[in-house]
């Protein structure tokens, strides 16, 4: 038989193992409200631009807002809404509209590291998140050999 102070230790902590559960629950609501696992997207690095698509599972048709960062700096910010046939031929998106291209900016020779961002509106619209789209882009820009040796 359990005495009166171990039933209200089992109470005790039963109230603690819901209380966690709650909190926990309350914790996953708010991060997918901010953080939208619904994005998609890839990118690739050409010698001229960084380029690919972002889809969002959640509104299949809508053109997502895309920024490009390299090495951590905000570069420039785009619509991904350019013709991308292989992305809706794959199942990814319904329509083809949902490619991004950015101009490569001058860069400095060395290793770089990009990364393309989905932006996503808060509820009441007063704040942006960005969700990282694929994995980072690492590349090199090669030193330009000076002309006839000079």
Do not use: C
């Given at each position: ?103 490569l900016p001058s860069l400095p020779a060395g ?7 989905a932006t996503h509106d808060s509820r009441d ?25 000079n």
């Amino acid at each position: 038989m359990l005495t009166p102070n171990r039933k209200l230790v089992n109470v005790l902590i039963g109230k603690s193992i819901i209380e966690t559960l709650l909190v926990g629950a309350l914790a996953v609501v708010a991060f997918i409200m901010v953080f939208p696992p619904h994005f998609h997207g890839w990118g690739e690095v050409t010698d001229q631009a960084i380029a690919g698509w972002a889809v969002n599972n959640v509104e299949p048709y809508q053109r997502v807002p895309v920024q490009l960062f390299i090495n951590g700096e905000f570069v420039a910010a785009a619509v991904a809404d350019l013709s991308r046939p292989d992305v809706s031929a794959a199942g990814w998106a319904r329509d083809p509209w949902h490619g991004y291209m950015f101009r490569l900016p001058s860069l400095p020779a060395g290793q770089h590291e990009a990364r393309i961002y989905a932006t996503h509106d808060s509820r009441d619209g007063n704040r942006k998140s960005l969700q990282l789209l694929g994995n980072p882009l690492t590349f090199t820009i090669e030193e330009v050999p000076p002309v006839n040796g000079n």
